[in-house]
């Protein structure tokens, strides 16, 4: 199975930016490019939420509405790595990131935002916003 790795967490005032990368790995009998990826996070006391997500094939991308405008999430192919751009951030964005994958969806849609449809996860990274 791909391995995936997310990195780029840290600590980042209100307003502020990060960019978080998950590196992907260890494909056998696929390719970087046949992938739906996924950025989730856990905020505190709260269940995990999806946040954006991207089909590595064409491009697509899907935001959850609270991050939309704000996050930005691309992929890029040589380095095999998929990053979530986070600007203007707000300490209720503070939680652990994390990043998933599905091999060859069969129909990539808005139903990849929910944690169910993936199989692969990568270690979370923490993001802390200060007020």
């Known amino acids: 199975d791909v391995q995936l790795q997310a990195s780029g967490g840290g600590l980042a005032q209100a307003g502020g930016s990060l960019t978080l990368s998950c590196s992907a790995s260890?494909?056998?009998?696929?390719?970087?490019?046949?992938?739906?990826i996924g950025w989730f996070r856990r905020a505190p006391g709260k269940e995990r939420e999806g946040v954006s997500c991207?089909?590595?094939?064409?491009?697509?991308?899907y935001y959850a509405p609270s991050m939309k405008g704000r996050f930005t999430i691309s992929s890029d192919h040589a380095k095999n790595t998929v990053y979530l751009q986070m600007n203007g951030l707000k300490p209720e964005d503070t939680a652990v990131y994390y990043c998933a994958a599905y091999s060859r969806p069969a129909y990539f849609s808005a139903a990849y935002l929910y944690e169910h449809k993936y199989r692969v996860w990568g270690r979370g990274t923490l993001v802390t916003v200060s007020s």
């Open positions: 260890g494909f056998t009998f696929d390719r970087f490019g046949d992938y739906a």
């Open positions: 991207i089909s590595t094939n064409d491009g697509a991308t």
